[in-house]
């Protein structure tokens, strides 16, 4: 409200915020928040204790259901380590939600998918600074990555039964320093070429904007090089 100029104040933030029906504040790292000015509306009047009452009884009744005040020998999921987040079955879930979650906006020739029949033989090369880095396949909000639990594309295309070379071209998301020759000699060696490109947060998240659509740094240039 600050930021577009509805309000003037934290303390006016407050009393609209409340006046409109919030009761939850998300202002991780700042002390003295809005939600911290309740107190001085409530002794200016600018809101009433039934209000701040109505306001704070269904946050706390969610988190009651939810158990959050529950001991943790009455929480089920307290019991829960990696070996259950991490079996088979939910591991294969996440497979099956990965698969059906791609679009493919153009399949030319029918290139799409890769038999695994068809590929012994032959030599594939997969480039790009997404290509096999566990570290900026995650998006904004996501947890804090596992790196022994990821498959990146290279190590998922060296599963299958053929002959797998790599070339990030760069190493970060920004492509600043880009080596078109590494991804030359790998991709002009190959029958066929995965190419990972993309931005991760390195290069926009909440509160970090883009100016532009364009792939960050040199990443055009490697696809162009990829292709040629």
Sequence with gaps: MLGHHYTRT?????????????????????RNNVFMHIPQALAMGNITLQMLRDRVR?????????GEFDPPAMNPYS???????????HRNLSLEAAVKSFVLLKNVGGTLPLRAGDL?????????PFADNPQVLF???APVPEPQYIYTPR???ETLPVNVSFAAGCRE???QQYSQAEVAAVAGAADVVVVCLGTG??????AKDRRDLSLPGHQLELLQDAVQ
């Design 79 to 89: 019991t829960l380590d990696l070996s259950t987040v991490q079996s088979p079955e």
């Design 155 to 157: 190590r998922g295309l």
């Design 173 to 175: 998301p920004q492509c």
């Design 10 to 30: 934290f303390l006016e933030t407050a009393v609209a915020s409340m006046n409109a029906g919030c009761n939850l504040e998300l202002s991780y790292g700042l």
């Design 120 to 128: 012994p033989g032959k030599r594939l090369a997969v480039v790009g």
């Design 201 to 206: 947060i390195d290069v926009e998240m909440e």
């Design 58 to 66: 269904p946050l706390f009744y969610t988190r009651m259901r939810l």
């Design 139 to 141: 998006g904004d909000y």
